[in-house]
């Protein structure tokens, strides 16, 4: 699975950003598709996981009720979308899948990573 990470930008506090996040490939809609984050000099850290319909969905306590992950997978595309942003949102986040149905805020579950798309949240 190639993984192609998109819609990064520049936004001031309180707006928002959907980022996209486009899969090779004739088995997406078998995997786990989540969202990784990781700011200067910090570790990477878990935002978002869907499960394979868009169904079932987990989030980090810092983005629930702000952030919405979802996949089309006709369009073998997960989407997040990112509202009433934050300075400490600025990161570059990644997209990645995994077959594992556990531990899926831990990114070493995950086998395929996107390239990462810069997120820049000015106050």
């Known amino acids: 699975v190639q993984l192609q990470a998109s819609g990064g930008g520049l936004v001031q506090a309180g707006g928002s950003l959907r980022l996209s996040c486009a899969a090779s490939?004739?088995?997406?809609?078998?995997?786990?598709m989540g969202w990784f984050r990781q700011a200067p000099g910090k570790e990477r850290e878990f935002v978002a996981v869907a499960n394979w319909s868009g169904g079932s969905t987990y989030y980090a306590d810092s983005v629930k009720g702000r952030f919405t992950i979802s996949r089309d997978n006709a369009k073998n595309t997960v989407y997040l979308q990112m509202n009433s942003l934050k300075s400490e949102d600025t990161a570059v986040y990644y997209c990645?899948?995994?077959?594992?149905?556990?531990?899926?805020?831990?990114?070493?579950?995950?086998?395929?990573w996107g390239q990462g798309t810069q997120v820049t949240v000015s106050s």
């Open positions: 490939g004739r088995t997406f809609s078998s995997y786990y």
């Open positions: 990645a899948s995994s077959l594992k149905g556990s531990y899926l805020s831990d990114p070493r579950q995950y086998a395929y």
